[in-house]
């Protein structure tokens, strides 16, 4: 089956044209792929409004961007936007000695998204491979913006729900950010992928306000969407200040899922802090979660759990330089030992060119032995 899915999938790439993160976007507007990222697949502000307008520059639109059909309720693109991301690594992973692996690839991606009309677009990808395995669809949602005529957009699909606050998909490391990734017990509630819908509204005073109802098991659950009865509730309020260079924000979230005849309750809060300057991007967050009963027992426990993301962003020539560096660090403290992550990354990486990045990178566990090295490349076309 998979052999099936690898073809169809280099058979759809032939009958496009090549695209980065998403390169087709760059064709169509004839600009470098260092307008929006810096460096790819890291938004700059311009890259955020672009995705936040559904992939449209309102009024600079390419007049060869559609195909006339003389039908004024269909709106269909010239091209397919599809895109590849191939990520390769030498790695060394152990909690004693070194042992080399090539993981190459250790991620393929195939990705997509486009303007189905003036405020309606789309976005999917596919993750072909992770560590070897076939992990499938994971974003896959309708955008719709401007709804009744205001700041508001809405996504309904299948999305991650930390990303309002900080994409992973959009980070320069390896090294993924546990703190909206973790689980506790044999809850299957994360911050992480999930189906749902989710309504974000701008005001002038740089206020947003974000709402989300989600399933709250995840896309990896055995039942085909949600396992239960329950929705989840997510908020985030979030403001911008300083020419957009500082945003603080504060998340929310309730919600409970069932096991075994009974049910576990999970809350999350927290703030984030994002500070930019010319050189040099900070952001920080904090969350504490609790579980009533994690492990859906006949009698069950409290389980409190903090979690803290750390990172610094610096380009040493600024955004249009080639040289990039990283340091992250992830720290998770739980009532539960078997949750607790203190670790701390440091990544190196040059572009090669705008879509050829060589990435070096070193994470080490504070609290233990194991460390990891990974040098590699990440490519979109």
Known sequence: ?????????????????????????????????????????????????????????????????????????????????????????????????AKPDLQTPFVVKILSGGTIAPSVSYYAYFLMTEDSKIVGLEDAFLSFQ????LPLSVVLGQYSVADPIKPSELRLTFEKYWI????VGESQIRLSYDRGVMANMGFKTGTEVMLQLVNGNGIESEEIFDKDKYKNFVWRIAQTAAKDRVRVGLLGYYGKEEGRGTTNAVRYLGPDLRLGFPKLTLSAGYLRRTDSNPFFAAE??????????????????????????????????????EVDYNRVTFNVSYLLRRNLKWMNEYTRDLGGEAHRFFTGFVVGF
């Open 1 to 97: 089956m998979s052999k099936r899915i690898l073809i169809l999938a280099l058979t759809l790439a032939g009958l496009a044209q090549t695209a980065l993160a998403i390169p087709a976007f760059a064709r169509k507007y004839g600009y470098s792929c260092e307008v929006c990222h810096a460096p790819v697949p890291h938004l700059k502000a311009f890259g955020e409004e672009f995705a936040g307008n559904g992939y449209r520059i309102p009024d600079r639109e390419p007049p060869r961007a559609t195909i006339d059909t003389g039908d004024p309720l269909l709106l269909l693109m010239r091209d397919l936007p599809l895109a590849f991301r191939i990520d390769t690594a030498l790695a060394t992973e152990s909690e004693a000695s």
């Open 146 to 149: 401007n709804v009744f005529g």
């Open 180 to 183: 909206y990734k973790f689980g």
């Open 300 to 337: 069950g426990r409290d389980c409190k759990t903090d979690a803290f993301l750390g990172e610094a962003i610096y380009a040493p020539r600024g955004e249009k330089g080639r040289l990039f560096l990283v340091l992250a660090y992830n720290l998770i403290r739980s009532d539960l030992a």
